[in-house]
């Protein structure tokens, strides 16, 4: 799923965490937020772990625990909060299109583009009528005569 991935590598759980108000010490250790806390039981960097209720993850994870939302929610926030660029899943996506695009024009670099073809097209059929109606005057010369 390209919007986890992207959530997963550009955020880690500490991040996430210190963005959603929960202070992290030094040696990256914090209070739960999944169970009642006193003492930071919890260490948190690119995953997370509650050495006391043994909760643990990763950054997608720990977002929808903290706000209990569904995982793919928590990724769409996660995504939103950190100005995170995904490709929409199920939609029509411009960006996978236009790279397929630029693949297949980089394979066959001599494809000819719609309007081109168009074009040809137009020019050909004007040459054809041209010839057509020079014809015609030619016929007109010979009757006339
Ligand atoms: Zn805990």
Redesign the pocket.
């Given at each position: 799923m390209r919007l986890f991935q992207a959530v997963k590598e550009r955020i880690t759980t500490r991040q996430a965490a210190e963005r959603y108000g929960i202070t992290v010490g030094r040696n990256g250790m914090c209070c739960?937020?999944?169970?009642n806390?006193r003492h930071p039981?919890?260490k948190i960097d690119d995953r997370f772990y509650?050495?006391?209720?043994?909760?643990t993850g990763d950054v997608i994870d720990f977002t929808g625990l903290l706000f209990r939302i569904e995982p793919v929610e928590a990724a769409r926030k996660l995504a939103e909060d950190f100005d995170i660029n995904y490709e929409y899943q199920g939609e029509p996506n411009n960006q996978i299109k236009d790279r397929k695009d630029r693949e297949s024009s980089i394979i066959t670099p001599v494809k000819k583009t719609e309007d081109q073809i168009f074009n040809e097209k137009r020019t050909k059929v004007a040459r054809v009528y041209l010839d057509y109606r020079s014809d015609l005057n030619k016929q007109k010369e010979k009757y006339a005569k």
């Open positions: 739960c937020p999944f169970h806390d039981s919890m509650c050495f006391s209720c043994g909760s």
